[in-house]
């Protein structure tokens, strides 16, 4: 994995596998590209790329910002995150691979949040991460 910044917000390059799950339930796997602190960017196949394209988008572009779940384990993690997200964007790289961008719902200081800052900024353990005194619920 390679860091990058830009504007301080620390972003990942990975090659992660992760679910996707969409409104209505179904799920579908993807492969994470990047991951930040605000967001992330998967590729998929052209299938799924359809269910998360509305019916009368034909071409990748800008998306009516659809609500999506996406789940995955950082390296040497042994404990799945979980995150909503908001699609904004896709982009066709070849017949049968399209990469979407999307932003984090909820609040910032989550535990998944935090936990992901920490594997972002390095040298952070997950079990140096202590959990809110009471999550949300």
Do not use: W, Y
């Amino acid at each position: 994995m390679r860091s990058l910044r830009i504007n301080s917000i620390p972003r990942v390059d990975a090659t992660l596998k992760a679910e996707l799950q969409l409104d209505g339930g179904s799920v579908h796997q993807v492969v994470l590209e990047k991951v930040s602190g605000i967001g992330l960017s998967f590729c998929c196949d052209e299938p799924t790329s359809r269910k998360l394209m509305p019916s009368r988008q034909r071409s990748p572009g800008l998306l009516p910002s659809l609500p999506v779940v996406i789940r995955f384990s950082l390296p040497d993690s042994r404990n799945p995150m979980e995150f909503s997200c908001r699609l904004h964007f896709c982009r066709r790289r070849s017949q049968d691979c399209f990469l979407f961008e999307c932003d984090f719902d909820g609040a910032a200081d989550s535990l998944p949040r935090r936990r992901l800052l920490a594997f972002l900024q390095g040298g952070v353990t997950e079990e140096e991460i202590e959990p809110a005194e009471v999550e949300a619920a």
